[in-house]
């Protein structure tokens, strides 16, 4: 309890009618998280950010799709201003397990919240929440290829390979030049967010990383960072490509409406690039590549960039790609995709 900000105690008494009691959790990353049981023995999860505007959005949205009974916390007050905080309570939705691996049988499930999750998002009017989460801000004003991020800024540029630079000036290039337009949708859809009972998801998490982006380039954010999560094996860099372009495919099914092709190559752009021991960067390639550096992309994965496969010489075999769930292509049965109604 001493180590609880100071503005706290007064804070959950004057909006949830008593006094912490005992600490649940502490969590301190971008945002603050306190899982507290107040004085009357109720169980509440206080969140507090540096307020930049977005999280009366972030909070209202989620408060809608918890009245709907989408599985997530219902907010237990609006956003309230706490100098230069941003705070709120939520319930403490608490149970449930991560559901690990990136098997197709894995990916489908994941996709087929995803898929309810932009659904009901659809149908939810709040303000754009802006400026967008820093690790998919590849829509920033600036003039160079990463956001405004006071600590990567100042320190050392020239440690990021120049491959990287230019990867991602590419990347940030195809997802402008679309012109696409943007929906409401979760961009942190990893599995540590993620709860599960049996084969029902539990509880979505992270409702601070709603963001205002194209669907496609959303998809690609979940698709390349759902299977993240604490004891997770390394993945092999040579699978990766084809395993990317797999679950492009396959989270594509969460669309509530058919892809143009210009759509198409921007989701292995909306990517969050991954260390080589297979964690994701946090923040950016930018943040990825000081940690621990990067091997310069294989032919396969520079072509992810360039858009989809090209049709090999005749005669040559060609790995067959799955068709996205939910199409005519796609299998008939428990594994189609198909947002609910």
Not at 319 to 341: C, E
């Amino acid at each position: 309890m001493d180590d609880l900000p100071g503005w706290l105690a007064a804070w959950c008494l004057d909006h949830l009618g008593g006094e912490p009691a005992g600490v649940l959790f502490q969590l301190h990353q971008i945002s603050m998280v306190f899982g507290l049981r107040l004085a009357d023995g109720n169980d509440v999860v206080v969140k507090a950010r540096d307020d930049d505007g977005r999280a009366v959005s972030c909070v209202a949205a989620q408060a809608r799709l918890a009245e709907r009974g989408f599985p997530c916390a219902r907010p237990l007050t609006p956003v309230v201003g706490v100098g230069s905080l941003a705070v709120h309570a939520e319930e403490f939705r608490d149970g449930g397990d991560v559901l690990h691996g990136e098997s197709p049988d894995v990916a489908v499930r994941y996709a087929e919240v995803f898929a309810r999750l932009m659904a009901e998002l659809a149908d939810v009017a709040v303000a754009p929440p802006l400026p967008n989460p820093r690790w998919v801000r590849w829509d920033h004003t600036g003039s160079g290829p990463w956001p405004a991020i006071d600590f990567l800024d100042e320190r050392d540029q020239s440690a990021v390979p120049a491959h990287v630079v230019a990867t991602a000036e590419r990347a940030r290039g195809r997802l402008l030049a679309a012109g696409l337009p943007c929906v409401l949708g979760h961009a942190d859809f990893e599995a540590q967010n993620l709860r599960w009972r049996g084969r029902e998801v539990w509880a979505v998490h992270d409702w601070d990383s709603l963001a205002w982006q194209p669907e496609a380039a959303l998809v690609g954010a979940a698709s390349g960072a759902f299977a993240r999560g604490v004891g997770l094996p390394t993945r092999r860099r040579s699978k990766v490509p084809r395993r990317s372009w797999w679950r492009i495919r396959t989270f594509g099914g969460a669309c509530s409406r058919p892809w143009s092709r210009r759509s198409r190559g921007r989701p292995a752009c909306g990517r969050r690039r991954t260390t080589p021991d297979g964690k994701s960067c946090t923040v950016n390639p930018r943040c990825a590549a000081m940690r621990s550096g990067h091997k310069r992309p294989s032919a396969s994965a520079e072509r992810m960039l360039s858009g989809p496969p090209r049709a090999r010489a005749a005669g040559q075999r060609r790995r067959p790609v799955p068709p996205l769930l939910g199409s005519p292509a796609a299998p008939s049965g428990p594994t189609a995709l198909t947002p609910p109604k």
